[in-house]
């Protein structure tokens, strides 16, 4: 079946960039996005991508997508404390009606 | 991993009777839970947060006497859709906060898909 995977945790320093991985299975995925959840709140969505795009950015956010080898990146740019938070990637399968597959999450830590 | 579990997977129902979805959190207690929306081929709307032993939050455009909200205990919430219409066919996921002196995570139950004929 469909999977994604994410590593559970990073840590950098603040003013550093952040990379976060993600890599996924179905070669039919449709579009594929990163959300964003603070300590206590729900999901936030950050940003998205079509399956046919390489790279899109938006401010500090970078994503990068290889479709060969399945692997989508969201990179951070000069790194805040309050970007500390687990980070969600998805993708949406063509033909399940939208429904999302969720990879585990990533704990990103940002030390002063 | 935590384990959450949503029922039913999908649901068929006639305009205007309602709906109940269960959320349950399997082996951790969660005193909070979250309610999502999807429509197809759009990423989640967080509809409400379900918060255990008190009324939920609800976000805005959400409607409360709609989509009635009940999280009686640590690993139970539930989503009753009320007087459901077709327009409130969608895929509902919720998520259920595991807190432990490390770190919080959210797990996902597997959503449930309501088609309101």
């Known amino acids: 079946g469909e999977d994604v995977e994410q590593s559970l945790f990073l840590s950098v320093r603040e003013g550093d960039s952040s990379v976060i991985n993600c890599t996924y299975t179905d070669s039919s995925s449709t579009y594929l996005y990163w959300y964003k959840q603070e300590p206590g709140a729900g999901l936030q969505l950050l940003t998205y991508i079509f399956s046919n795009m390489d790279m899109k950015q938006d401010q500090r956010l970078t994503v990068l997508l290889n479709k060969k080898d399945k692997h989508l990146s969201l990179r951070i740019a000069d790194t805040q404390t309050g970007d500390s938070a687990i980070y969600f990637c998805?993708?949406?399968?063509?033909?399940?009606?939208?429904?999302?597959?969720f990879g585990k999450g990533t704990k990103l830590s940002v030390k002063p | 991993g935590a384990v959450v579990s949503q029922h039913p997977s999908w649901v068929i129902c006639k305009s205007g009777t309602s709906v109940k979805i269960e959320c349950r959190s399997l082996?951790?207690?969660?005193?909070?839970m979250f309610w999502y929306r999807q429509f197809p081929k759009q990423s989640l709307m967080l509809m409400a947060t379900s918060n255990e032993g008190s009324k939920a939050t609800y976000e805005q455009g959400v409607e409360k006497d709609k989509f009635l909200i009940n999280h009686a205990s640590l690993t139970l919430s539930t989503l009753t859709v009320t007087s459901a219409h077709p327009e409130d066919s969608s895929f509902y996921i919720c998520?259920?906060?595991?807190?432990?002196?490390?770190?919080?995570?959210?797990?996902f139950g597997q959503g449930t898909r309501l088609t309101v004929v």
């Open positions: 998805a993708e949406s399968i063509q033909g399940s009606q939208g429904n999302l597959i």
């Open positions: 082996d951790f207690q969660a005193t909070t």
């Open positions: 998520s259920a906060l595991r807190d432990s002196h490390l770190n919080t995570e959210a797990f």
